[in-house]
């Protein structure tokens, strides 16, 4: 119930060192297994190396996303500094340069003029005396040379100013302003090449980080690989080598020291022999019976002589097919849980052959007689009785059945010695009775539905007066002419007629559905028995027929049989129809196998 498989975690493909010897048995913790981990040991010293240098890297990737921020804020004031420092030239030179040196012109034009001014007058002065005399040419021309002098000054103040409002106040303002823009330009550039740099050390940064955990991480998993190379026992229990056959090739895969295992190969089982199961596959025709906490009686191979007692722990809600490619056999897993003392448990051992015996019902004080004493014919039971030296034929009222035993509820009292395989013994005597129970058969027939029998003839012969088809209305085979139902010797509840058997034709064994359709030709010729075969449908045992157990010409039409629509079809049902069928002439030629829904 308990088992703990131990594998390799180890990547790829190491080698055995050490293991503990099987049938030892450990506890949790316990050293049990130790692989090769010397190649590994080496990629860890060099991963080692990758790791520090990945981690120096990414220290540096730290530091030099700092030097960065820092640059980014230098650089950022210094273009901010120079935009407030060209705003406060254009003010400048609007408010205070060109102001004062308009002044300064405008003052300095009216002392040329004055100067001038002045010189006129001491030239014409000059000229004045210089006409009575008193002063020379010389004088004179000295005087009109001051003249000359002045009003070039005045030119050429005059001409400063124009120049200035012309065109230097101009051109510096257009300079000015022009510096106010781009400083504000270079502060936006400034802000994204500081991003953009900030970004790219940024990224840097997160690529040695990454570089970093990636070494780091597989330096923790060579360190992880070499600690996985010392496996522990998980659970209590004994160790079991998982030695287990290969599906790529014919030799087995061998647990011991030296022997190469792969990754999540299975090296040991860690059974807890305290809690044992039973892996058990139940038919589908039982698995409606079976619940959990059901009672088990387990039987053992290695112990036949001792009784095991558990419960169904678990039943699968689907089924695994257990057939080769085709097979309609289904079977579901159940688990059974050993419920004995642990003392008695820890005789087992895995992988030993049980067989299991779930107690679904239990009755007290039953009567009952082997299944091969039982005789059946419609939906009457016979017993062949001894009577001292006589043999008497009697009839029997039954209750539950199983693959051995049928329960008697009337008919038989305890101590009664009846007749197994009355087949082989009273053959004459059955006949009778077939054919006395086939003409009170008969009578009843008119009480069942009408069944209208095929047009296709059957293979190997046809009857002459065969009924069509009706569109619309369902078609069984028809039964044997004058055949009886006659039940093979030793074979059941839902045995086949063996071969060379009476009525059997030409030493074979003949083909017959639940719905007729017998193999014979003619009376006496069949050897189809009908109860035989709804035993052989009735798989739950219960003496009815569902839908889903239905199989044949049953099955497809299962509305004819099933009379009272409740359903399923019982035997009464079921031997109604098989009248109305031999009534009406049914039968001629062996079946096909489809037709005669299996043997």
Excluded: W
């Excluded at 009575?132 to 005087?143: A, I, P, V």
Aim: include cysteine; proline fraction near 4%; glycine fraction near 10%.
């Amino acid at each position: 119930m308990k088992n703990a498989v131990l594998t390799s975690k180890v990547e790829g493909q190491t080698t055995i060192i050490m293991i503990v010897p099987e049938g030892t048995n450990v506890n949790e913790g316990d050293l049990v297994c130790e692989l090769d981990s010397s190649m590994l040991s080496d990629k860890e010293t060099a991963q080692e190396i990758l790791v520090e240098k990945a981690k120096a890297a990414f220290e540096q990737g730290k530091e030099d996303l700092k030097i960065q921020e820092a640059q980014n804020e230098s650089d950022l004031e210094a273009a901010k500094l120079k935009l407030k420092l060209a705003e406060i030239d254009l003010k400048k030179f609007q408010d205070g340069d060109l102001v004062q040196t308009k002044n300064d012109l405008d003052g300095r034009i009216k002392l040329a003029e004055e100067t001038l001014s002045r010189a006129q007058e001491s030239f014409e002065y000059a000229q004045r005396l210089a006409k009575k005399g008193y002063r020379t040419q010389n004088d004179l021309e000295s005087e009109r040379i001051a003249v000359e002098t002045a009003k070039i000054n005045v030119k050429l103040v005059v001409g400063e100013k124009r120049v200035l409002v012309d065109f230097t106040e101009d051109r510096n303002f257009a300079e000015l302003e022009a510096n106010v823009k781009e400083f504000g330009r270079e502060i936006q550039r400034t802000e994204s090449k500081t991003r953009a740099a900030l970004a790219q050390k940024k990224a840097e940064l997160r690529a040695r980080e990454l570089t970093f955990e990636v070494e780091s991480k597989k330096y923790e998993r060579l360190i992880a690989q070499i600690k996985a190379c010392k496996i522990y026992a998980s659970q209590d229990g004994q160790v079991v080598y998982a030695n287990v056959r290969d599906g790529r090739s014919t030799e087995n895969v061998m647990i011991d020291v030296g022997v190469g295992v792969r990754e999540r190969q299975a090296i040991i089982n860690l059974p807890d022999l305290d809690q044992m199961k039973v892996n058990a596959r139940i038919h589908e025709s039982r698995i409606s019976m079976v619940r959990q906490k059901m009672p088990v009686i387990v039987k053992i191979d290695a112990y036949p002589e001792e009784t095991f007692h558990g419960e169904v722990d678990m039943v699968a809600s689907v089924p695994s097919s257990t057939g080769g490619f085709g097979s309609t056999t289904k079977e579901y897993e159940a688990v059974v849980r050993i419920t004995d003392e642990t003392e008695k448990v820890n005789k087992l051992r895995p992988g030993l052959t049980a067989t299991t015996e779930v107690l679904v019902e239990r009755r007290d004080d039953v009567l009952q007689i082997p299944v091969q004493a039982n005789i059946t014919f419609g939906s009457k039971q016979f017993v062949f009785v001894v009577m001292g030296k006589k043999v008497e034929l009697r009839p029997i009222k039954v209750g539950k059945t199983n693959s051995n035993f049928i329960e008697i509820l009337d008919g038989l009292v305890e101590g009664d010695g009846v007749v197994m395989n009355p087949h082989s013994h009273f053959k004459k005597e059955i006949s009778d009775l077939e054919a006395e129970q086939a003409k009170e058969q008969s009578k009843e027939a008119a009480k069942a539905p009408e069944i209208i029998a095929p047009a296709k003839p059957a293979e190997g012969g046809s009857s002459p007066a065969a009924p069509t088809k009706k569109p619309g209305e369902a078609a069984t085979a028809g039964g044997p002419a004058g055949g009886g139902p006659v039940r093979s010797p030793g074979a059941g509840a839902g045995g086949e007629r063996p071969a060379g058997s009476p009525g059997g034709g030409e030493g074979r064994p003949q083909g017959g559905s639940a719905e007729g359709g017998g193999g014979g030709r003619g009376p006496g010729g069949g050897g189809f028995d009908p109860m035989a075969r709804f035993n052989e449908m009735d798989k739950d045992q219960d003496g009815k027929v569902s839908k889903d157990e239905a199989t044949g010409r049953m099955a497809d039409n299962f509305d004819n049989y099933d009379s009272d629509s409740d359903g399923s079809v019982t035997k009464e049902e079921f031997m109604a129809v098989i009248a109305k069928i031999r009534a009406n002439g049914g039968g001629g030629g062996r079946p096909r196998p489809s037709e005669a829904g299996g043997n």
